[in-house]
């Protein structure tokens, strides 16, 4: 409500025209930007370099970062034997050839591999017998068996 009533009437005195008016404002908004800053022209320099290097230094390890799981999905696309991508490829060259996966992803996927080599391994294999109905085998067995049959029909001419 204030702010309405002062710009409805204004400031009384700025009317008045005392020959002085204008170089106030001219003041108010310094065209230097190291006085705006309230520093000396040195200073605001230095600030500026601090700034510019300290950007510089979060894209470079941001870049890092992106490299790190570019290598990560290219390790994962090889062992799951998946299409390779060129984006993933570009920006591990762009990075540079010192990208290393970090050790937490890599103790996940070594985690990962292990629970896959304990399911593929016999006992694995025995736990998922267990598991399986018996009808169920017993249809895989003479499937694989009737197949084995066929094949060796065809390699063979004497059976």
Same mark, same amino acid.
């Given at each position: ?13 700025? *009317?008045?025209?005392? *020959?002085?008016? *204008? ?10 930007? +190291? ?34 799981? +570019? ?5 994962l ?16 060259e762009?990075? *540079? ?15 990962? +591999? ?37 094949? +060796? ?7």
């Open positions: 409500m204030a702010f309405l009533i002062k710009s409805m009437i204004g400031n009384p005195l700025s *009317g008045i025209g005392l *020959g002085g008016g *204008g170089d106030k404002e001219e003041e108010a908004t310094p065209s230097d930007p +190291a006085k705006a800053a309230g520093m000396t022209r040195e200073e605001y320099e230095e600030y500026q370099k601090q700034v510019v290097e300290e950007k510089m230094e979060r894209d470079a390890d941001f870049l890092h970062k992106k490299a790190e799981r +570019a290598t990560l999905r290219v390790c696309r090889d062992k799951y034997r998946l299409p390779k991508s060129e984006q993933d490829e570009n920006m591990i762009m990075a *540079g050839d010192d990208v290393d996966v970090p050790e937490e992803l890599l103790k996940m996927v070594d985690e990962d +591999a292990t629970e896959e080599e304990g399911k593929d391994s016999l006992m694995g294999q025995i736990q998922n017998l267990q598991n399986m109905d018996m009808d169920q085998l017993k249809e895989k067995a003479s499937a694989t068996v009737t197949e084995l049959k066929s094949k +060796a029909e065809e390699k063979c001419s004497v059976m």
